[in-house]
């Protein structure tokens, strides 16, 4: 597979530009994939410079390795879930990092490759785990949560309207047979939602499930949490979303880390000074150029953060 196909890296010379603030540093990729933002980070790196690779996904790692090869001696690579930060950190003596960097979500790869069963547009195993390691896949979301459950996911974590009609379809469905493919969901969700509303409410069910079997928001929260011990001053968090519910996540951090005081609630008591770890970057989310956009549509929901530990 050539490097482009695995999945073109989104704002990579936005990233490049807020990321890489020292060429001798160490930088986190958080979110690893095919390794495009991390080949061209490495690329800036002196040879005093580090790179550690973290992906939850064992293909993503081994496609990564391969386009990294010529950098072994500035790379380390680790298959694991970036929630756990802290450790992957502390277990290798590093007790400061000079950037962190997290593009969310899945590549194109893992939404093309069938077999992983993220997409609605295939008809493969309901699946949707970017650790294989992990057992709660979408299979035993779809077929064994509560209908009351399902429509919570599908609600909060996909922002669908109708998601209580979803959920009772889903549930009715698979009292009569198992459900079993990507393709089976999504007619059920098609049988509820028709017309010119389907695929947007194709794309909000998928995401959703998703969001549940990976525990996406939860472990953005505890990756930016428990990073910020390590940036080192200066240093930057460079956050990339592709949706309101992760983005309002990276928002509200930054601007709690940033703040100057903690509010007290009481008109008639002031405000309690705090000192702020960051100093937010980006007033507004930066998005991709008009360009970009043109030539990769997966760039035209994408928001980046940016936020400088102080
Ligand atoms: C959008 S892709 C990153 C693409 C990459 N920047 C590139 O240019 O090739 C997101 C990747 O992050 C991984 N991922 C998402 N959340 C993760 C997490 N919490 N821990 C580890 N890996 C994660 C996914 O498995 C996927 O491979």
Redesign the pocket.
């Given at each position: 597979m050539s490097d482009s196909s695995?999945?073109i890296?989104?704002m990579l010379n936005e990233t490049l530009e807020h990321l890489v603030t020292t060429t001798n540093g160490i930088y986190v990729?958080?979110?690893?994939?095919?390794?495009?933002?991390?080949e061209k980070i490495c690329e800036r790196l002196h040879t005093d410079g580090k790179l550690i690779g973290?992906?939850?996904?064992t293909d993503?790692i081994q496609e990564?390795r391969k386009r990294l090869q010529r950098f072994q001696s500035k790379i380390e690579l680790v298959n694991?879930?970036?929630?756990h930060i802290a450790n992957i950190l502390r277990s290798r003596n590093i007790s400061t990092i000079n950037g962190l960097l997290l593009?969310?979500?899945?590549?194109s790869f893992?939404l093309d490759e069938a077999s992983k069963g993220f997409s609605f547009r295939g008809n493969e195993r309901l699946d949707m785990r970017?650790d294989r390691r992990q057992s709660l896949d979408a299979h035993i979301v779809v077929n064994s949560y509560s209908e009351e459950e399902l429509a919570d996911v599908i609600f909060h974590y996909g922002e669908e309207r109708l998601s209580r009609r979803i959920a009772r379809r889903i549930v009715n469905q698979r009292a009569v047979a198992v459900i079993q493919t990507t393709g089976e969901l999504a007619s059920i969700v098609e049988s509820v939602v028709g017309g010119k509303f389907k695929m947007k409410s194709l794309a909000r069910v998928f995401q959703a499930i998703r969001i549940e079997v990976?525990d996406?928001l939860h472990?953005?929260r505890t990756?930016l949490n428990d990073s910020l011990q390590f940036i080192a001053s200066g240093g930057r968090i460079v956050v990339i979303s592709y949706h309101s519910l992760e983005d309002r996540i990276v928002k509200i951090f930054f601007n709690e880390c940033a703040a100057k005081f903690i509010p007290s609630g009481n008109k008639f008591q002031p405000d309690t000074p705090r000192i702020p770890e960051l100093m937010v970057i980006t007033k507004k989310p930066l998005e991709a150029t008009e360009v970009e956009q043109h030539n990769n549509p997966r760039s035209r929901s994408a928001k980046m953060r940016v936020a400088e530990r102080t």
């Open positions: 695995y999945h890296p989104v990729d958080g979110t690893l994939g095919g390794g495009g933002h991390a973290i992906d939850a996904d993503a990564a694991e879930n970036t929630a593009d969310l979500g899945v590549s893992q970017m990976n996406e472990r953005l990756i």
